[in-house]
T-cell receptor, first 114, second 111 residues
Framework: NAGVTQTPKFQVLKTGQSMTLQCAQD?????MSWYRQDPGMGLRLIHY???????DQGEVPNGYNVSRSTTEDFPLRLLSAAPSQTSVYFC?????????????FGEGSWLTVV | DAKTTQPPSMDCAEGRAANLPCNHS???????VYWYRQIHSQGPQYIIH???NNETNEMASLIITEDRKSSTLILPHATLRDTAVYYC????????????FGGGTRLMVKP
């Protein structure tokens, strides 16, 4: 059971480039989300999904797009990278509402925009 | 979500109990107290959660005051590997959105 898998682990982008951070979970969880964590800060919610075909914005959605075509995958797209998007990104998933709020996190993706 | 207040940092000697406090004075009746931790450069890890009764698992104990306005996470025998940032989060069990993380407490376990 791999849990939540994120790729790539490290990435350097030039300003204006686009890229996709991949996230996959093998626990058949309905809820998936993306957080970013800046140095010395807590996690901030970017986007989340409550099921395949359904996505919504979190606290800091600007500059990011998501889609949820399958239950397993929840990619995060940076449309035109900016230095302010230099951060560590965490993907997370949890089971449905009836199963409580225990969240499982990926190991993180370190993104640097130069 | 109810707001939580935690001290920004704490130290603990290795082998001693680490007691991490959290204030959540605006908690409502259907909200649970959750604790997560984040070890450096890793994803956050679930520790424990509770509603009003004290809870214990293999990782920690959670003590919730009778008025539910505060709680304490107890690591009974802290080790160097428990050095991490600990997040106290208050949330309804069936809430649709994901959890909101605040600043947490940076626990440093010292030999």
């Amino acid at each position: 059971n791999a849990g939540v898998t994120q790729t790539p682990k490290f990435q350097v982008l030039k300003t204006g480039q686009s890229m996709t951070l991949q996230c996959a979970q093998d626990m058949n969880h309905e809820y998936m989300s993306w957080y970013r964590q800046d140095p010395g800060m807590g996690l901030r919610l970017i986007h989340y999904s409550v099921g395949a075909g359904i996505t919504d914005q979190g606290e800091v959605p600007n500059g990011y797009n998501v889609s949820r075509s399958t239950t397993e995958d929840f990619p995060l797209r940076l449309l035109s990278a900016a230095p302010s998007q230099t951060s560590v990104y965490f993907c997370a998933s949890r089971a449905d509402r009836r199963s409580g709020n225990t969240i499982y996190f990926g190991e993180g993706s370190w993104l640097t925009v130069v | 979500d109810a707001k939580t207040t935690q001290p920004p940092s704490m130290d603990c000697a290795e082998g001693r109990a680490a007691n991490l406090p959290c204030n959540h004075s605006t908690i409502s009746g259907n909200e649970y107290v959750y604790w997560y931790r984040q070890i450096h450069s890793q994803g956050p890890q679930y520790i424990i959660h509770g509603l009003k009764n004290n809870e214990t698992n293999e990782m920690a104990s959670l003590i919730i005051t009778e008025d539910r306005k505060s709680s304490t996470l107890i690591l009974p025998h802290a080790t160097l590997r428990d050095t991490a940032v600990y997040y106290c989060i208050v949330r309804a069990r069936n809430a649709g959105n994901m959890l909101t993380f605040g600043g947490g407490t940076r626990l440093m376990v010292k030999p």
